[in-house]
């Protein structure tokens, strides 16, 4: 069977992930961590992306990787508008509605406008996204917020959910289209997603105020306070967004959206970080139990994975209030890349065929 080259763009809020596989081989691994200061010039995440193309055109160039052996490029799906679950080309449209952020400014939008690039800088090499962030298969019941202006959408870490489900249901001789689940992601953004015999039904927004705070993002908030904080004159809206979005949650309580070094923290006998880690683990125990009423309870597994899912006393405190609901699972750190690899194989070997995107935004 001949080979498939792929490369494999994982953009995140705080760190760049990329890999090159041969068929399902992974050949080279890499992850790029960002600090605050690193991103700091950058006033908004779409102006991130020369640095993050550029540093990864840098790491390959070291690692001496020949980019015209490169046959498929799949990048981490972006702030399209929402889609059906499956595999993508990116095209001019594509890379223009996540340029300006149609849905909003979020590091997955990098994705597609990096892998697009890349692959035009090298004739013959397709683009391609998979399972991006907002894949919708939402319940009708579940976009209804209490307010006719007011819509609920689905926005979440699709693909490493999706994933996860899978690799979870493969571990125990079960389809993923056969399983009800809770599927965690703890990473820079936190959702937690109801999936129902392979669809997930109900999923909080983690990109804008919806859900648990996390290492990056406030969560929901009163309401009431917020709207008063809105119209008290003391903050532009760009402000407020900031609090919500970027430096929200543990960066506002604690200085650092790292959630490694407030482990490292706590490790060391801060009280201040324990508190407000453990608060982030309550926090995303009761929305665990949001979507088990989702499910009526009858579910076969709660899975937790991303990056924090490393951290085993955040995993106990989550066990603790969660267990009596259904089994707990981890899977710490994520499988997005093998995935995102896997998509762009089923394609070049025919086995799924990609989608050309052309939504509006009334379609």
Do not use: W
């Not at 494999?8 to 705080?14: A, D, L, R």
């Not at 997603?193 to 406030?218: T, Y």
């Not at 608060?279 to 899975?303: N, P, R």
């Not at 499988?335 to 394609?347: F, G, H, I, R, T």
């Amino acid at each position: 069977m001949k080979s498939v080259r792929i490369l494999v763009i994982n953009p995140g809020s705080t760190s760049t992930k990329f890999a090159v596989y041969d068929n399902t081989v992974c050949s080279l691994l890499k992850t790029l961590h960002h600090s605050m200061s690193d991103l700091a010039p950058y006033k908004t995440i779409s102006e991130q992306y020369e640095f993050r193309k550029n540093i990864i055109l840098s790491e390959l160039a070291h690692d001496r990787v020949d980019l015209d052996s490169i046959n498929i490029i799949i990048g981490r799906g972006g702030l399209t508008y929402p889609l059906k679950s499956g595999v993508y080309y990116i095209n001019e449209l594509m890379v223009e509605h996540c340029r300006i952020g149609v849905m909003g400014d979020h590091a997955s939008n990098l994705g597609s406008l990096i892998a697009f690039e890349i692959a035009r800088m090298h004739p013959g090499t397709i683009a391609l996204v998979a399972d991006p962030v907002v894949t919708d298969e939402l319940d009708d019941i579940a976009r209804v917020s209490g307010h006719p202006l007011f819509k609920r959408i689905s926005i979440f870490h699709a693909l490493n959910q999706k994933a996860v489900a899978r690799q979870h249901a493969a571990k125990i001789g079960k389809h993923y289209e056969e399983l009800d689940l809770i599927v965690v992601h703890l990473g820079g953004g936190i959702t937690i997603g109801a999936h129902h015999l392979g669809k997930v039904i109900d999923v909080n927004n983690g990109l804008d105020g919806e859900g648990p705070f996390s290492p990056e993002r406030s969560g929901t908030l009163p309401v009431g306070a917020l709207i008063e904080l809105c119209f008290s004159g003391k903050y532009t809206r760009n402000e407020i967004h900031s609090m919500v979005f970027g430096q929200g949650g543990l960066v506002a309580y604690l200085g650092t959206n790292d959630a490694r070094e407030v482990e490292i923290a706590v490790n060391h006998g801060d009280e201040k970080a324990a508190f407000y880690l453990e608060a982030m683990a309550y926090q995303v125990s009761k929305s665990i139990g949001e979507m088990a009423t989702v499910l009526k309870g009858k579910i076969d597994g709660i899975l937790i994975t991303g990056g924090i899912a490393y951290d085993r006393r955040l995993m106990a405190q989550i066990r603790e209030r969660v267990e009596f609901i259904a089994p707990v699972s981890v899977y710490p750190g994520q499988d997005e890349l093998k995935s995102l690899a896997m998509n762009a194989l089923m394609v070049a070997r025919g086995e799924v065929e990609a989608i050309v995107y052309d939504k509006t935004g009334n379609s």
